[in-house]
């Protein structure tokens, strides 16, 4: 992007009554809209499944993310465009750019739509990532396997997500089939050395177009299947740690000139080093534990930093467990709601449930999530524990 065109972006500010476009019409689509809608914002989303989340709650437009003349309908009928997935196709974000107002820009999305260059732009920050080697044959895969011995990752560099696109090899065994499998999606690999964490953390940060920045509390994040399950707050380490992760988050916010959100993914070794996993630069699920546990969610955030309004306090008002639901949790789950939750009152705890509104319930598919708001973190685990919802 231009200065001319940052300098154009960055003095625009626009106020409830504007109409925000999504690109993308998913859950985080739709709990922007929520958030935006309650401070009077008018939001439209485009996605190519009818009915989908955000079309739910917003006006939607049917059609494929690479659509161009789609895209130009939706920046006929909004005022400013930002997105909600970082797989929408980078091409029609740049050409957004040109003919509508998109804060986000397209750079950080083609930087964090691929695993090299998102590498490369941390680096860049001055903040660590794991040791990595571009793949680009079984040959070249074999020597970084040899140089980061086993366990080792190796990723495909664009696409992939809850677990999939990437192949954790144990043993010299497993080169081959690994580079084989991963090789078909006729993209980049890259191989990352396994880092030995104790904990998985994130750091949600918000950056307005005039550089204020603020972070939310860093989240503890527990995984099942490669796909997160627990966001425990406030995360279950150091006051130090938590610092040092926030101000990470809010370097690489700045180093990569975000606006909106971007969510650093961490790993805390024993030793209380910090390495970046990954990126992404919008609301993340990890954050979801906001919408009741914050001043500020991290939706009406993102809203604020894309229309240019001041960031929003970030101040922690609960201890919060967020629970992922997925396809097999969402039948006990709503018997659970439709009858009296002793757990609950017994615990003293407080569980938010939001359902996306999606369609099919498939098991290991994401269909809403839970934020148990308690005194303390240990009650809130101990009521997901006593429903047995989560041990379908």
């Not at 689509?29 to 809608?37: D, E």
């Not at 005039?210 to 860093?218: D, N, S, Y």
């Not at 279950?236 to 000139?257: F, T, V």
Request: some cysteine; aromatic content about 6%; proline content about 4%.
């Amino acid at each position: 992007m231009s200065s001319i065109n940052a300098d154009k972006q960055q003095v625009k500010t626009l106020l409830p009554g504007s109409t925000i476009g999504i690109l993308g019409g998913g859950q985080l689509g739709r709990m922007m809209a929520n958030a935006g809608s309650a401070m009077g914002y008018r939001f439209i989303a485009l996605d190519p499944v009818p009915d989908s989340p955000a079309g739910q709650v917003a006006e939607q437009i049917v059609a494929a993310y690479d659509d161009r003349e789609a895209a130009r309908e939706l920046a006929k009928r909004s005022d400013v465009i930002t997105y909600e997935f970082e797989n929408v196709d980078a091409e029609v974000a740049k050409m957004l750019m040109d003919e509508s107002h998109v804060p986000q820009g397209s750079e950080l999305l083609y930087t964090t739509q691929h695993r090299l260059r998102e590498k490369r732009a941390i680096q860049a920050a001055g903040v660590k990532v794991a040791p990595y080697r571009e793949i680009s044959s079984v040959d070249e895969l074999r020597e970084g396997v040899g140089a980061f011995g086993t366990p080792c990752v190796l990723k495909t560099a664009m696409g992939g997500y809850d677990g999939k696109g990437q192949w954790v090899i144990r043993s010299t065994d497993e080169i081959e089939e690994a580079y084989e499998t991963l090789a078909r999606a006729k993209v980049q690999l890259v191989l990352e050395q396994f880092i030995r964490f104790d904990k998985e953390i994130s750091v949600i940060a918000a950056r307005s177009p005039q550089g204020e920045i603020k972070t939310f509390p860093a989240a503890e994040n527990i995984h099942v299947d490669n796909i997160l399950h627990l966001s425990i707050v406030p995360a279950r380490i150091s006051e130090e740690l938590q610092r040092e992760a926030e101000q990470l988050a809010a370097r690489i916010a700045e180093g990569l000139g975000a606006v909106g959100l971007i969510a650093v993914e961490l790993f805390v070794t024993a030793d209380g080093e910090l390495f970046v996993n990954e990126l992404a630069p919008r609301p993340h699920n990890s954050g979801h534990y906001t919408m009741e546990a914050c001043r500020t969610s991290q939706f009406e955030q993102h809203v604020r930093a894309v229309c240019n309004l001041p960031l929003g306090d970030t101040t922690l008002m609960s201890p919060v467990v967020m629970v992922n639901v997925l396809g097999q949790h969402v039948e006990p789950l709503l018997s659970l709601m439709a009858s009296s939750d002793e757990s609950a009152d017994r615990l003293k705890v407080a569980p938010k449930v939001h359902l996306y509104g999606k369609k099919d319930a498939l098991v290991k598919r994401k269909m809403g999530h839970v934020n148990v708001l308690a005194d303390n973190i240990e009650a809130a685990l101990s009521w997901i524990e006593a429903t047995t919802i989560w041990k379908v």
